[in-house]
């Protein structure tokens, strides 16, 4: 079953690697991306707890870069968050 809300979430942090000033902020980025790209197709969707340590792991990254990567983390947290909305718990 493929999840589109976490499909477009690894796209944006791919795109929001690319826009990174730094080859470690650009690592962190693409680790998100892939694990979302897994997440995306699993047999299982991701539980609220693993979801929250991705945001905030993205929220760091993006109050630490600024500019187009914290918008494009920005967008990538909004579509965790309708991901988050179809899943049964908290």
Known sequence: MTRPELENTAATLQDAAESASDDETRDRLENQAR?????????????????ARHEHV???????????????????LESISAYR??????
């Not at 993205?58 to 990538?76: F, H, M, P, R, Y």
């Not at 909305?85 to 908290?90: A, L, M, N, R």
């Open 58 to 76: 993205l929220s760091e990254i993006a109050d630490d870069e600024g500019g187009a990567v914290a918008n494009l983390v920005t967008e990538a």
């Open 35 to 51: 694990q979302f790209e897994t997440l995306a197709e699993a047999d299982r969707g991701p539980d609220h707890g693993k979801l």
């Open 85 to 90: 909305e179809t899943v049964d718990g908290v």
